[in-house]
């Protein structure tokens, strides 16, 4: 299955000339600015002559970026974050069941800040209205004049790192999920990032969702394949069933946060992901990566074992 966003392609250089003509006053805050996503959002913009407030709770230094300290959960930590800011990349609280309730205050007192433009991370598995971040992305288009709503589908990137799929890799040779034989349009998060850096500094910002994914989806079993062939080690998929999942997951999380991403992995198995989009092609004017590109990069040998 195929599916693509609506709306025409921009030309090559709406991006740049966004960045050329911003006020030298204006910055763009990046929640989460260490992150997966975040850290390559932050140094793309920084690369195009962008000024970025890197926030993140410890304030870490981010190259090319001037860090401020930042918490979902400390409202004192926002009037700081927000100065001189006028567009602002969102990354949700990480594993909160009910993200909303600490980001909506947050985006109204940015609105009141002067922000004008927000791009919102979600996930494809979730809808305008759905549970978690949902919630806030149908709240976004009423408080911004100028909003994107990224929807990308699982990240390549879950399979290197401190991931849990990651880890089973390395400890078992193991990848366990409940998704059966379904199959995800894996998306790398440097297209994830450039996607978002075009949705900050185009000319005309998307207002709208844009579901992001690879160039082709795979299944779990197709990934161990490749995992294996680009290592030099077997890894397989292990087929739990989803209460199985469920309370692996909640060995490690909310039970709530466990069930519904256990439930993520049931809807891959009924076909919820089995889909590829036209957005990155479409807004950079490059292909996506590919899982084995990705891999052949990010997992050599030494890494993987």
Do not use: C, K
Not at 67 to 81: E, L, T, Y
Not at 106 to 117: D, K, Q
Not at 244 to 259: N, S, T, V
């Amino acid at each position: 299955m195929t599916a693509s966003t609506s709306g025409p392609a921009p030309s090559p250089s709406s991006s740049s000339s966004a960045s050329a003509s911003a006020s030298p006053e204006e910055f763009t805050l990046v929640i989460g600015a260490t992150g997966t996503t975040g850290s390559r959002v932050a140094a793309r913009l920084a690369a195009a002559g962008r000024r970025v407030r890197a926030a993140g709770r410890r304030a870490t230094p981010v190259a090319g970026a001037l860090p401020v300290r930042f918490d979902w959960d400390d409202p004192a930590s926002f009037g700081a974050a927000l100065d001189a800011v006028d567009r602002v990349y969102l990354v949700p609280p990480i594993g909160s069941p009910d993200p909303a309730a600490v980001m909506l205050p947050f985006l109204e007192r940015a609105r009141a800040a002067g922000v004008t433009r927000a791009v919102l991370l979600s996930s494809s598995a979730i809808p305008s209205g759905g549970p978690a971040v949902g919630q806030v992305h149908q709240a976004l288009p009423g408080l911004f004049p100028h909003w994107a709503v990224l929807r990308p589908s699982w990240f390549m990137q879950n399979f290197t790192g401190g991931h849990a799929h990651a880890r089973t890799v390395r400890a078992d040779g193991t990848i366990r999920t409940a998704a059966g034989s379904g199959r995800v349009g894996f998306v790398d998060a440097d297209d994830i990032a450039a996607v978002a850096v075009h949705a900050l500094t185009a000319a005309q910002a998307p207002n709208t969702d844009l579901v992001v994914t690879g160039p082709q989806a795979l299944s779990y079993d197709e990934v161990a394949a490749v995992l294996s062939q680009v290592t030099g080690r077997t890894v397989t998929h292990q087929r739990l069933s989803y209460e199985q999942m469920r309370r692996r997951l909640a060995a490690e999380m909310p039970d709530g946060f466990a069930a519904m991403l256990a439930g993520m992995d049931r809807s891959i198995a009924e076909g919820a992901e089995d889909r590829t989009t036209d957005t990155v092609q479409r807004l950079t004017g490059r292909p996506p990566g590919s899982f084995r590109a990705f891999a052949e990069r990010e997992l050599a040998a030494s890494q993987m074992l």
